[in-house]
């Protein structure tokens, strides 16, 4: 039950998160969105644009880490702004990478995310541009 709870509170701050990242983006760009844990260092969800973008149905990437969707050569900055995250409590963090599509093809996406330290949970929204 406690996971449950804790997955409904990440997913409304994944909201408010939403709605601050379109406040300051261009209409046209897609969104992404992934809240994972940090205690599995798993995708406990993934949503918005996500399928129409990687290809990738929201349900395939459950259970997915990081290494499973980042280029290998990006993996240690990957990992090392997840670090970033946590010891950045309560803020939000901007920053770029790339992860791979189902097609095989690299997508470079701005990432916004914020540690929730209450859930052991991160809420990561990307921004691609159409």
């Not at 349900?59 to 993996?75: H, M, V």
Request: aromatic share 10%.
């Amino acid at each position: 039950m406690e996971n449950v709870l804790q997955l409904t509170f990440a997913k409304l701050e994944l909201k408010q998160m939403e709605l601050i990242d379109r406040l300051s983006m261009k209409h046209n760009d897609y969104v992404i969105r992934v809240i994972m844990s940090t205690v599995t260092d798993k995708f406990v969800a993934v949503n918005g644009d996500w399928e129409l973008v990687t290809g990738f149905k929201e349900s395939y990437c459950i259970d997915k880490t990081w290494e499973d969707i980042a280029p290998k050569n990006q993996i240690k900055n990957v990992l090392g702004y997840m670090d970033y995250l946590k010891k950045s409590q309560n803020t939000f963090q901007k920053t770029k990478f790339d992860i791979i599509k189902k097609d095989g093809k690299i997508l470079s996406v701005d990432w916004t995310g914020k540690y929730f330290p209450e859930i052991n949970g991160m809420v990561l929204i990307g921004r691609v541009t159409r």
